[in-house]
């Protein structure tokens, strides 16, 4: 069975940085499109970066410029550098393939933009 593992979050004041890291526990990463997503408080899970198997990004319009999501095939890792943070940001972040996401989601890693 996959396991997908978040960390890197955590409690960042208003135009602060973060970065993710989401370790997947087979060789995945390489082979399919990798995603970053999010569930806000009483808000239904996002999508927030995609990155396909030959580096093309997509990212959701409120985080364009601010985001970036990058992967390591060799280490089976997909990151999410986040910069410029606001705090419509706060939430759970979870990494998982895009657009057929595996059923056993992560922990995911929780993410607070706050003064």
């Known amino acids: 069975q996959v396991q997908l593992v978040e960390s890197g979050g955590g409690l960042v004041q208003p135009g602060g940085s973060l970065r993710l890291s989401c370790a997947v526990s087979?060789?995945?990463?390489?082979?399919?499109?990798m995603a970053w997503y999010r569930q806000a408080p009483g808000k239904q899970r996002e999508l927030v970066a995609r990155i396909g198997t030959a580096g093309d990004t997509n990212y959701e319009d409120s985080v364009k410029g601010r985001f970036t999501i990058s992967r390591d095939n060799a280490k089976n890792t997909v990151y999410l550098q986040m910069n410029m943070l606001k705090p419509e940001d706060t939430a759970v972040y979870y990494c998982?393939?895009?657009?057929?996401?595996?059923?056993?989601w992560g922990q995911g890693t929780q993410v607070t933009v706050s003064s």
């Open positions: 998982n393939v895009f657009p057929n996401t595996l059923a056993n």
């Open positions: 087979t060789f995945i990463v390489s082979w399919n499109t």
